[in-house]
């Protein structure tokens, strides 16, 4: 047997045990601490897109005081005033990213006439026995009473350390089965109302994994600034003093565009940590919106997909150091050099962020460990024979 026949059926060995071995500890989540550091420093580097397809309207703390008396639940009325303005902007979707499930004080908003499709967020807790959801009704448990409207569970699966880097499409409850996700219901409420991109979205996906759609912030991280609902107010009394004449209902801020109405007032609590930071709600679902309509989020590879990209990188190491084995030092930094540059660059290529950079790691290791014994082997051998 040649040498080089040898060895690589040593590295060969060496590349397919430590690559099963790689995936064995994914697959029980133990490297998902070095993974999320990776992910979560990449983020921060970057800078925020403009969205292209969704607007955010907060309440934030001037607008609860002025407008709700720091009240809450907030007041029905001055509430559907708020989605009046916004309707009157003429939107595909709006989502109401808002606590409405207190009975008797949201009937002024379940017949309310010239409204886009609607979609109200629902709260839910965890049943650990039944391992299921139990959704909070909207709207005081009002029927929904125009079958284009529907509502989604607003929650996020937090990792181990508490911070949320995905999101669900849809929600496993009891009494009615899998319910969407608040993010899920608008995509699909925008399908409803001719919104291509979101037809798109909708039938185009496959099934989500069980750990959902993880949020690419890096990539498609959007700056969502809400707009003050002070400044809806005010654009829509400036169109009617204007007799209609401006552009607010036919060529405006929110016109064709999917609106989430949140609460950015600290009364409201409504704050996730995020790899950028605290983040609110309404943001995080738009977040999840756009990721969603742009093709975005960080997918899963396939096993047999990641096994190979292992195999390759073992074996494009292992060439390096053969070709240069009569030259220790020169393998040694072409080494060091490959490390990072093969790692990084396979997790670009299958992720565009450089999050998951260290599953590869092992693989390199154990071939330049394997490599080096082999070489400092031969070395010895020749010494031997040189002092016999």
Same mark, same amino acid.
Request: glycine fraction near 8%; proline fraction near 4%; charged fraction near 20%.
């Given at each position: 047997?040649?040498?080089?026949?040898?060895?690589?059926?040593?590295?060969?060995?060496?590349?397919?045990?430590?690559?099963?071995?790689?995936?064995?500890?994914?697959?029980?989540?133990?490297?998902?601490?070095?993974?999320?550091?990776?992910?979560?420093?990449?983020?921060?580097?970057?800078?925020?897109?403009?969205?292209?397809?969704?607007?955010?309207?907060?309440?934030?703390?001037?607008?609860?005081?002025?407008?709700?008396?720091?009240?809450?639940?907030?007041?029905?009325?001055?509430?559907?005033?708020?989605?009046?303005?916004? $309707?009157?902007?003429?939107?595909?979707?709006?989502?109401?990213?808002?606590?409405?499930?207190?009975?008797?004080?949201?009937?002024?908003?379940?017949?309310?006439?010239?409204?886009?499709?609607?979609?109200?967020? #629902?709260?839910?807790?965890?049943?650990?026995?039944?391992?299921?959801?139990?959704?909070?009704?909207?709207?005081?448990?009002?029927?929904?009473?125009?079958?284009?409207?529907?509502?989604?569970?607003?929650?996020?699966?937090?990792?181990?350390?508490?911070?949320?880097?995905?999101?669900?499409?849809?929600?496993?409850?009891?009494? #009615?089965?899998?319910?969407?996700?608040?993010?899920?219901?608008?995509?699909?409420?925008?399908?409803?109302?001719?919104?291509?991109?979101?037809?798109?979205?909708?039938?185009?996906?496959?099934?989500?994994?069980?750990?959902?759609?993880?949020?690419?912030? $890096?990539?498609?991280?959007?700056?969502?600034?809400?707009?003050?609902?002070?400044?809806?107010?005010?654009?829509?009394?400036?169109?009617?003093?204007?007799?209609?004449?401006?552009?607010?209902?036919?060529?405006?801020?929110?016109?064709?565009?999917?609106?989430?109405?949140?609460?950015?007032?600290?009364?409201?609590?409504?704050?996730?940590?995020?790899?950028?930071?605290?983040?609110?709600?309404?943001?995080?679902?738009?977040? $999840?919106?756009?990721?969603?309509?742009?093709?975005?989020?960080?997918?899963?590879?396939?096993?047999?997909?990641?096994?190979?990209?292992?195999?390759?990188?073992?074996?494009?190491?292992?060439?390096?150091?053969?070709?240069?084995?009569?030259?220790?030092?020169?393998?040694?930094?072409?080494?060091?050099?490959?490390?990072?540059?093969?790692?990084?660059?396979?997790?670009?290529?299958?992720?565009? $962020?450089?999050?998951?950079?260290?599953?590869?790691?092992?693989?390199?290791?154990?071939?330049?460990?394997?490599?080096?014994?082999?070489?400092?082997?031969?070395?010895?051998?020749?010494?031997?024979?040189?002092?016999?």
């Amino acid at each position: 047997m040649s040498r080089f026949l040898k060895q690589f059926l040593w590295a060969t060995a060496t590349i397919l045990t430590v690559s099963v071995l790689t995936l064995v500890l994914e697959h029980f989540h133990f490297l998902d601490r070095f993974e999320t550091t990776g992910l979560d420093a990449f983020n921060l580097l970057q800078a925020p897109r403009d969205p292209s397809d969704l607007v955010v309207v907060g309440i934030y703390d001037e607008d609860y005081t002025r407008l709700f008396n720091e009240t809450s639940p907030l007041g029905c009325e001055r509430l559907k005033e708020i989605l009046d303005a916004i $309707a009157a902007g003429k939107p595909r979707v709006i989502g109401v990213d808002l606590d409405t499930s207190p009975p008797m004080r949201f009937d002024c908003l379940v017949t309310a006439a010239g409204w886009p499709p609607m979609v109200w967020a #629902a709260d839910a807790e965890w049943d650990q026995n039944k391992n299921v959801f139990f959704h909070t009704p909207v709207l005081g448990g009002r029927v929904l009473e125009r079958p284009r409207d529907s509502h989604g569970i607003a929650l996020f699966p937090q990792d181990g350390d508490g911070v949320v880097r995905r999101y669900l499409r849809r929600f496993p409850t009891e009494a #009615a089965g899998l319910i969407p996700s608040f993010a899920w219901a608008v995509i699909e409420a925008g399908c409803k109302a001719q919104c291509e991109v979101c037809c798109r979205t909708a039938s185009g996906t496959k099934g989500q994994s069980s750990e959902g759609l993880r949020l690419n912030f $890096a990539g498609d991280r959007f700056n969502f600034t809400p707009l003050s609902v002070q400044d809806v107010l005010k654009a829509v009394e400036a169109d009617k003093k204007a007799g209609g004449q401006t552009a607010w209902g036919t060529d405006g801020l929110l016109t064709h565009k999917i609106v989430l109405l949140g609460g950015n007032y600290r009364a409201a609590r409504d704050t996730q940590i995020t790899p950028i930071g605290r983040l609110n709600g309404v943001q995080i679902h738009a977040q $999840a919106i756009e990721s969603e309509l742009h093709g975005g989020g960080i997918g899963s590879l396939e096993i047999w997909q990641e096994l190979a990209l292992d195999v390759v990188i073992g074996y494009a190491l292992f060439l390096v150091n053969y070709w240069l084995r009569s030259r220790l030092a020169a393998a040694l930094a072409v080494s060091l050099l490959l490390i990072p540059l093969l790692c990084l660059g396979a997790s670009y290529a299958v992720f565009s $962020a450089f999050a998951f950079w260290l599953n590869f790691i092992p693989v390199v290791a154990s071939v330049l460990i394997h490599v080096f014994y082999e070489q400092a082997r031969e070395y010895q051998k020749l010494a031997a024979a040189h002092h016999a």
